[in-house]
């Protein structure tokens, strides 16, 4: 017989990751009361870096957490690419230009920006967090969602008005959203690695080197004390999360000409990690009239333009707006929801397309790349990009 717990008219939030955190800060600024139900006990060092483009950071100050993160987070000055193979840059953009307008750009570690979102929903006296309840099972009624978690030995049943599914990208909400996107495998895995930083000043940059079929990006975080690297590769691991079976071998085979730059060799005291990639496809239904996904439950995508954490801050953020507007109309709220963010996310996944077809060339298609990219003026590339870290939800 299981346990109930109590969500009253609350919204409940299945799962505390990066898109659910600012869904239920966003839902509590409106005056929602909250529930939030995550699996993991606390939250852990677990992953590596992240890049935070403008368009979230912009989302994260009207949270009121920029400030805390920009504390320990690392400020690039410029995001290059590099040809792996010749081992020169080919392209490099100013970020956080002095003077300018375009935002903020911050990488840091994925725990240092769960960290600020975790401190700032367990101190809001709207939010009531729940860890350790893995869910397992939901039910969508006419009027409400009863959602069954795992606690302990027990089970406990939560049931509300609706439910927010930010479970991440082996989403169980997604199982009752009929039509939902599902994980695909790519044939590609991340590698990730975080090592001591060089002392260069050209290291507090992101760079991005492209090598036939694969690539390798390295940044600073915490403080410009370390440093990420994410190398993705053709593969499968046949797992679908972290694992540590890593093939060191391939990668410093594919960008062994690295030790010719200031960012230096692959971190051979580094621990690696290695995690299969899939994606699901936005075209995919995101709600029914009570359950609505956001984040990688809704759109999870390769790290190919870095916006994954982005594109779920922005969704919290604008779920949010959409349920305070909509008062009790949740499946009014769910639908403008969708039509105010699916164009942006087919756009950014299209985009997430583009960058893997140019960064993975090989043969001819490399050389046309590097020649296209030395003769653009970096003013062009930048004005690129204005939609993407421009967009303000
Ligand atoms: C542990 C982890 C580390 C990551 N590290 C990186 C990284 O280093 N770099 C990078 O680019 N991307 C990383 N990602 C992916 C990136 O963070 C995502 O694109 C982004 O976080 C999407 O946010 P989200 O809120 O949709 O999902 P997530 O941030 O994945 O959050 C999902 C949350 O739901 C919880 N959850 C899942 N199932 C259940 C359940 N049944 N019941 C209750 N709770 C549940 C999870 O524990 C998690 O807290 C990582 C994701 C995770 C989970």
């Known amino acids: 017989m299981a346990d109930t717990g109590e969500t009253r008219d609350a919204v409940l939030v299945a799962g505390a990751g990066i898109g659910g955190l600012t869904a239920a800060l966003g839902l509590a600024q409106r005056g929602r009361a909250v529930t939030i139900v995550e699996a993991f006990d606390a939250p852990s060092e677990i992953g590596a870096g992240l890049q935070v483009p403008p368009n979230a950071c912009h989302v994260l100050d009207q949270l009121g957490v920029l400030d ?35 935002g903020t750009y911050l990488t840091a570690h994925r725990a ?7 401190d700032a929903v367990r101190s809001h006296p709207a939010i009531a967090l729940l860890p350790g309840h893995r869910i397992v099972n939901v039910t ?36 009752a959203v009929a039509g939902a996107g599902t994980p695909q495998p790519t044939g ?26 694969a690539h390798l990006v390295t940044y600073p975080v915490r403080n ?42 692959l971190g051979d005291h580094a621990e690696w990690t290695a995690w299969p990639l899939y994606s699901v496809d936005p075209h995919g239904q995101w709600h029914s009239d009570r359950i609505c996904l956001l984040g990688d439950a809704a759109h999870g995508m390769e790290p190919f333009a870095a916006q ?76 690129d990009l204005d939609w993407l870290y421009g967009y303000r939800a």
């Open 308 to 383: 994954g954490a982005a594109m779920a801050i922005e969704d919290g953020q604008v779920l949010a707006g959409a349920i305070a507007d909509a008062g009790a109309d949740f499946a009014h709220a769910f639908k403008s929801y969708h039509a105010k963010r699916a164009e942006r996310v087919r756009r950014v996944a299209q985009r997430t397309a583009f960058n893997r077809f140019t960064y993975h060339q090989a043969g001819i298609g490399r050389i046309a790349r590097n020649l296209s990219f030395r003769m653009r003026p970096a003013s062009a590339f930048r004005a």
């Open 188 to 213: 590609r895995i991340a590698m990730r690695a975080v090592v001591p930083a060089p002392a260069e000043a050209q290291a507090n940059a992101v760079v991005a080197w492209m090598a036939p079929h």
């Open 68 to 102: 805390n993160l920009k504390k320990k987070a690392s400020v690039p000055k410029r995001i290059c690419l590099g040809d792996a193979v010749s081992g020169r840059i080919v392209l490099s953009l100013d970020v956080n230009r002095d003077g300018a307008d375009d």
């Open 224 to 265: 410009a004390e370390t440093r990420n690297l994410v190398a993705v590769i053709r593969g499968t691991t046949g797992q679908t999360s972290w694992s540590e079976s890593v093939d060191l071998e391939t990668l410093e085979g594919l960008f062994e000409k690295l030790d010719r730059t200031p960012y230096g060799d």
């Open 140 to 175: 969508e009624a006419a009027d409400t969602v009863t959602v069954t978690a795992a606690h302990g030995g027990d089970r406990v049943e939560f049931t509300a008005p609706a439910v927010i599914g930010a479970d991440g990208i082996w989403s169980i909400l997604r199982h």
């Open 112 to 118: 240092l920006l769960h960290g600020v979102l975790y």
